[in-house]
């Protein structure tokens, strides 16, 4: 049994963008490493030891589901943060398991405090404010009554950190949006510091964040995209490399997702290839058939938009993206043949595919690209 793609995961990769990253950002922020959906779509399994290897120390995931499968993973000197979706059971699993967590409504710190009394260990807590994004985090009535439980129950809780997220800092049109989170954030903050409630951690910065405001690092960043290889705009990219001498990307992609020619094609001039008329040959082609579609997470959006290496050359996705199959323009490679290694993400020769469309003005595509690629799809560790 052969399965249609393979996923390989750059050991080399990893370790270099995290020192790269880790030096950047300084010694003494820690750098937490965001490994939720599946750790972006790298392989929970396979990313986390390459990541420690590196010396990450601190992970963060979306769900306690997520976190419960890290557990399994992760050594045992490296902490866990959820960021998101936790239910009243995971709350006691977290408290019990010393699962730090984001806290963004007062009432689950009273759920907490009927908790801790039973089990005698204190909850490691991230308050969660609401700055501007308005998604979760805490407005300034339900902060007040949060600074007063946890002034009341110090045996309860540990102050980790205070938190916020910020909305779009991966573009300079959100920049007055992002400065204001930022003064809230901070007075925020003095508002705990004040009552005698100091935080281990304040952190507000994912990958664009940490990048274009240093000053949003504080002593924690949160970082998922930049450390599997991706800038998170090209404007991220570009405020990088303009205050840089050597103009040369410090990142390496971490994945490559392969597959192969399955069957060839010639296709007559003015024939639609597959279904509809999304795709008209506009001359006599010869067409590669790649047992890879949507249902394995090639988005059906790079239908007449997605780029393949095949025989080290750059080649078109044309037509609709099938279920199963999705199609490659392969006539100027007239020595292709079945069973050919055929590119999705990442490098063969010296061409590489790092977005997997032609039209790069949307690095989002890359985020959905990579978090949906299935489970199922075997992973394989390389150097
Ligand atoms: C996903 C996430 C991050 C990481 O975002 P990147 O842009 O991938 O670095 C950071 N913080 C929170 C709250 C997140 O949900």
């Known amino acids: 049994m052969e399965d249609t793609s393979i996923i390989e995961i750059s050991e080399n990769a990893v370790k270099g963008n995290i020192e790269f990253l880790q030096k950047h950002f300084g010694e003494d922020v820690l750098l937490s490493s965001v490994v939720k959906a599946n750790a972006y779509g790298h392989g929970m399994k396979s990313y986390v030891p390459l990541a420690e290897k590196a010396g990450i ?186 205050k840089k001498k050597e103009k040369k990307d410090p990142l390496s992609r971490v994945i490559s997702w392969k597959s192969r020619v399955m069957a060839l094609k010639d296709v007559k001039r003015g024939e639609f290839v597959s279904y509809g008329t999304v795709y008209l040959a506009q001359e006599d082609k010869k067409i590669a058939i790649v047992p890879v579609g949507y249902s394995h997470g090639y988005s059906r959006s790079l239908s007449n938009q997605g780029r393949v290496l095949i025989r080290g050359r750059r080649v078109a996705v044309i037509g609709m993206v099938n279920m199963n199959m999705l199609i490659a323009d392969v006539t100027k490679i007239p020595s292709v043949k079945i069973g050919d290694e055929v590119v999705l993400i990442g490098n063969q020769d010296d061409l590489v595919i790092s977005v997997a469309s032609f039209s790069e003005f949307s690095n989002q595509l890359n985020y959905e690209l990579l978090t949906r690629l299935p489970a199922a799809i075997p992973r394989l560790v390389t150097n």
């Open 57 to 242: 120390t601190h992970f963060s995931v979306f769900s306690a589901c997520e976190a419960k499968q890290l557990m399994k993973i992760k050594s045992p000197r490296c902490s866990i943060m959820i960021m998101g979706w936790m239910n009243d059971r995971d709350l006691k699993w977290a408290v019990d398991n010393g699962v730090e967590f984001f806290v963004f409504e007062p009432e689950r710190l009273n759920r907490i405090k009927s908790l801790s009394g039973k089990c005698g260990k204190p909850a490691l807590v991230h308050i969660e404010m609401e700055t501007g994004m308005n998604r979760t985090g805490m407005n300034m009535k339900e902060l007040n009554i949060a600074v007063e439980i946890l002034s009341g129950n110090p045996a309860c809780f540990v102050l980790k950190g205070l938190c916020t997220h910020l909305a779009g800092a991966e573009s300079i049109a959100n920049h007055v949006r992002i400065q204001k989170q930022l003064s809230r954030f901070m007075r925020v903050c003095r508002l705990f510091t004040g009552k005698g409630l100091v935080p281990e951690y304040r952190h507000v910065s994912s990958s664009a964040a940490a990048i274009t405001y240093p000053a949003a690092r504080f002593n924690m960043v949160r970082i998922g995209i930049l450390q599997y290889g991706y800038w998170p705009s090209a404007e991220t990219f570009m405020y990088y490399i303009s």
